[in-house]
């Protein structure tokens, strides 16, 4: 089971940036897609942005295109998650979560239940 592991959360004004860090415990990590959800206070987790295997494909939710990015860096086992422009409505804990059920799959899925390994999650605070 790989664990992943994020970084980066914290407490930033609206128009800031923030750069959220997850680290895959094992070289598997490279086989799978990756993606990042979000818990925003009281409600459900949802969709962020997602990466294929190689780090090719990326698809994002409509709230946060071409405001976020979402990169892989299979020799680091890492996924980052390049944030710009915050704005209050992006508070969330975030996570981090590997598909593993399918290896070199070509397109990255955007479902929770797609999914089945989580991080801990990062806490990001955006203040107005």
């Known amino acids: 089971q790989v664990q992943l592991v994020e970084s980066g959360g914290g407490l930033v004004q609206a128009g800031d940036s923030l750069r959220l860090s997850c680290t895959a415990s094992?070289?598997?990590?490279?086989?799978?897609?990756m993606g990042w959800f979000r818990q925003p206070p009281a409600k459900e987790r949802e969709f962020v942005a997602a990466v294929s295997w190689s780090g090719g494909r990326t698809i994002y939710a409509d709230s946060v295109k071409g405001r976020f990015t979402i990169s892989k860096d299979n020799t680091e086992n890492t996924v980052l998650l390049q944030m710009i422009s915050l704005k209050p409505e992006d508070t969330a804990v975030y996570y981090c979560?590997?598909?593993?059920?399918?290896?070199?799959?070509?397109?990255?899925?955007?479902?929770?239940?797609?999914?089945?390994?989580w991080g801990h999650g990062t806490q990001v605070t955006v203040s107005s």
């Open positions: 094992e070289r598997t990590f490279s086989r799978f897609a």
């Open positions: 979560a590997a598909d593993l059920s399918r290896s070199f799959r070509p397109y990255p899925p955007i479902g929770t239940t797609d999914y089945n390994s």
